[in-house]
């Protein structure tokens, strides 16, 4: 292993991870739930049960939130590196993997360790292998 | 009323700390995932800000029984790992190997306009669906 010191920025990634955690707690202290995002988003596509409205507002804020950055200045733009099949690949893995593990990094990562959750750290440990092991299978054995 | 305002409020503000976190850049969160190449451990300083942050609210609401805005505190009870989750896990993080992008980074992206961010979201939406309607035919099965 070689560190990207180049590519290092624990500054920026601690002051956005603050802003996530001030997110989480707002939700939780406020709406009583959970901010698991595959858990709010799938739940627009069951039947409605009258929950839609702030279902909805949460995924519309995190819609904005790159227009909101505008006022500060120019958002920095994503590096999307892969092609449309990968990318087709990746969202069918994490819909289906989301659901089925009943959570992704905000669910389990974010808030289920702030919650010292043994069923969130599994989780966070099992898509933190499978993300680990992937990139290496993709890069270092296929070289992709 | 004020549930769907400060729900907009906490998507928001959780799409702003992805964008500044640098979790909303897919080649970032590759680099990080890519332990055997050239390694940026930066984002692993996000989820640590963000538990920082999370861990006295998420005790306080532990508390509760209603929230702030007088919300039924709906926090998850369920305690055991078992295999759903953790195949479920391993899965989400696969498809988070494949592109770089968790379901709340996709959708920041596409709110920057990006057309590939708008595939993986489409994807992940018809994962989220296939999973919803197969577990909803097996419990239709088991009721019969």
Known sequence: ?144 | MSVIVFSLLSGLVFGIGLIVSGMADPAKVLGFLDLAGRWDPSLAFVMGGAIAVGVMPFAAARRRTVSFLRQTMRLPTARHVDRRLIAGSVLFGMGWGVAGFCPGAGLVALGMGELKAAAFVLAMLAGMGALELLDRRSANLRAA
Do not use: E
């Open chain 1, 1 to 144: 292993m070689s560190i990207d010191w180049n590519s290092f920025t624990p500054g920026s990634a601690v002051a956005g991870g603050v802003l996530i955690g001030i997110a989480a707690a707002m939700f939780v202290l406020l709406n009583g739930r959970i901010a698991g995002i595959s858990g709010i988003l799938s739940g627009l596509l069951q039947p409605a049960k009258g929950d839609r409205a702030w279902r909805l507002a949460f995924v519309l804020g995190l819609l904005a939130a790159p227009a909101a950055y505008l006022l500060a200045g120019p958002f920095p733009k994503p590096q999307i590196d892969v092609g449309w099949g990968a990318l087709v690949l990746a969202g069918l893995l994490v819909g289906v993997g989301t659901r089925y593990g009943s959570g992704c990094t905000s669910g389990h990562g974010v808030c289920g360790l702030s919650r010292l959750s043994p069923r969130s750290l599994a989780a966070t440990a099992a898509f933190m292998g499978g993300g680990f092991a992937t990139v290496f299978v993709v890069r270092h054995l296929l070289g992709i």
